[in-house]
């Protein structure tokens, strides 16, 4: 009878041994965060006035903005080679803080926005859209 019980117990330690192990559950990566962005706002010859287009603009950008995750909205701004170099630095940077202001005012709140002059340093590839504010939501600014 004690090898009946000895082998018994051999046996449900051999069945328990065999039990695969049940799988080790494991959360998928997060997805990967969305691509940025890009809006461009044009401006009229020596101005940092936004014109209805331009407010249309700066409304997708709010929307595409409150429509994802928290995250940064870059706006650099950038003027044509006329005029001086300082002037046209002050100048760029008025737009920027003009599209920063509209953003603002659309919802966007002022600590996601990070605002940047260029002056005349655009590399626009037609004349007249050097007069521009890029507006990048998400993801971080172009190289300068």
């Not at 603009?57 to 080679?81: M, N, Q, R």
């Not at 599209?99 to 605002?115: F, K, R, S, Y």
Request: include cysteine; hydrophobic fraction near 35%; aromatic fraction near 6%.
């Amino acid at each position: 009878m004690r090898r009946f019980f000895v082998a018994a117990s051999l046996l449900a330690l051999a069945a328990c041994a065999q039990q695969p192990l049940p799988p080790v559950a494991t959360n998928p990566p997060p997805p990967p965060p969305p691509p940025p962005q890009t809006f461009t706002v044009y401006f009229d010859y020596n101005s940092a006035q936004l014109g209805p287009g331009a407010k249309e603009v700066v409304k997708f950008a709010a929307d595409a903005y409150k429509a994802g995750t928290p995250s940064s909205v870059h706006l650099t701004g950038y003027t044509d080679p006329s005029g001086a170099a300082s002037y046209n630095q002050r100048l760029s940077l008025r737009r920027a803080n003009a599209v920063a202001t509209a953003l603002e005012n659309d919802g966007v709140p002022q600590p996601a926005l990070v605002v940047n002059g260029e002056g005349e340093t655009s590399n626009a590839p037609t004349p007249g859209q050097d007069r521009r504010v890029d507006i990048i939501v998400g993801g971080s600014p172009p190289a300068s």
